[in-house]
């Protein structure tokens, strides 16, 4: 039963769209167990670009069963679109399937995050205001919709279920911040119109995956986001809604962790962050807006520059232990070309004391200062090269010290964008 889980190692942003897309080749199936439509994954190909938010990257593959799990918080308009997107650009696609059991995202989440953001104002979690965090809490409160609650047959259920959950929610938007109430009767028929063109693609998606696994298929599992931003063990409350660590993605797929024979984590080979929170190892002055402009840096979902920032191999580390990665894909190594010399993060030092992984005090990780080695850079083009035999010698040297740093082996280099701008350390079989 071989599971394979591909994560962000970092705060997101990682290119873990250009892996699972390199590695769906070989899957039978790719999963999507968490996140929102605030997420974006970019997979490039011969074809063109692609900018995937809810769909897994798998979908370019005919081959691939693609699944969006019961752990994403799904907003149907932004789905609907994703489909007829691909579907415009006639090319042979995959199958995709919607588990009934993920919660959807209402028409009233949007808009609460968005208020609530504002009103915060400078401390402001830095949002994608798409309503993930709110369809997330009301998961958890136990107030959610699920996708099955907009299948025909369940309007009486839906109508009920909006009856005590509208009016709290119209108390916020009018009491709170001061905004027009919404109308049940819109959103109920809303509702069910998204239900009735999302249908043909839900399934109990759990019960799939496990029969894929039973018949010894490979099953990809796709995370979104970075575990850095996880809600328990990330820089909170500057974090996700979801759990995107290797736990979680089992728990948004259906899968039991025994049932994982790979993890692995995806770093770039420096760091961004998009969004409010501490970041140690931030760059303002200009070599950390060229690695924005040689990186491409701004979101796929927002449009926002990233912030950028050296290697932090304390975060590395911690993400390599709490998620059990057997291995790290390391993207971007191209973007430091230009360098002649390349600190990496080695460890913290807060008032006075060094500490060897990230504190759970928001105040203290915020005062941390980096402490660094220097690593030489190579200062030639990698991005034409297509071994790992064939990189400078410095760059091999820059891969070795961080695979040693983080304690995990980097077996996939990238190098660009496209598909064949990977270098294998390693066969790139899933098996």
């Given at each position: ?89 006639k090319l042979p ?75 709290e929610k119209n ?142 191999a304390v975060a ?116």
């Amino acid at each position: 039963m071989p599971v394979t889980i591909v994560l962000g190692g970092q705060w997101g942003d990682e290119a873990k769209g250009k892996i699972t897309d390199a590695l769906a080749a070989q899957a039978h199936m790719v999963v999507r167990p968490n996140g929102s439509s605030n997420a974006g994954h970019t997979v490039v190909t011969d074809q063109g670009v692609f900018k995937f938010h809810l769909i897994p990257s798998g979908i370019l593959y005919p081959h691939c069963t693609c699944v969006i799990g019961a752990g994403v918080a799904v907003s149907p308009p932004d789905l609907l679109r994703e489909i007829e997107a691909l579907e415009a650009r006639k090319l042979p696609l995959g199958r995709l399937v919607l588990s009934d059991r993920a919660h959807i995202v209402m028409p009233y989440h949007p808009l609460l995050d968005r208020y609530e953001e504002e009103r915060r104002g400078p401390a402001g979690i830095g949002t994608t205001r798409r309503g993930n965090g709110p369809a997330f809490t009301d998961k958890v409160a136990r107030r959610g919709i699920r996708v099955a609650d907009l299948l025909e047959g369940a309007e009486r259920e839906l109508r009920a279920k909006l009856e005590v959950i509208l009016p709290e929610k119209n108390l916020l938007l009018t009491q709170l911040y001061g905004a027009p109430a919404l109308d049940l009767e819109q959103i109920l028929e809303q509702a069910l119109e998204w239900g009735e063109r999302l249908s043909p693609y839900v399934v109990a998606a759990e019960e799939l995956v496990q029969d894929a696994l039973r018949q010894g298929q490979h099953v990809l599992v796709e995370a979104a986001q970075g575990c850095m931003l996880d809600l328990d063990y990330g820089t909170y409350p500057f974090v996700t809604s979801s759990p995107p660590t290797a736990a979680g993605a089992c728990q948004g797929a259906g899968i039991g962790p025994t049932q994982v024979d790979r993890v692995i984590g995806v770093f770039k080979a420096y760091t961004t962050r998009v969004g409010a929170g501490p970041f140690p190892t931030e760059l303002d002055e200009a070599t950390g807006q060229l690695l924005r402009e040689r990186g491409q840096e701004f979101g796929t979902t927002t449009g926002r520059p990233r912030r950028t920032g050296w290697f932090d191999a304390v975060a590395a580390r911690y993400a390599v232990r709490l998620n059990g990665m057997t291995e790290i894909a390391l993207t971007k190594l191209d973007v430091l070309d230009p360098l002649a010399a390349i600190p990496v993060c080695v460890g913290y030092r807060i008032d006075g004391r060094e500490v060897a992984s990230p504190p759970a005090r928001l105040d203290l990780l915020a005062r941390a200062q980096p402490v660094y080695e220097v690593l030489e850079g190579w200062q030639s083009d990698t991005s034409q090269v297509t071994s790992f035999e064939e990189l400078p010698l410095a760059a091999k040297r820059y891969i070795e010290r961080l695979e040693e740093l983080a304690g995990a082996p980097i077996t996939m280099v990238g190098v660009g964008p496209a598909r064949r701008q990977i270098l294998w350390r390693t066969a790139g079989a899933l098996a």
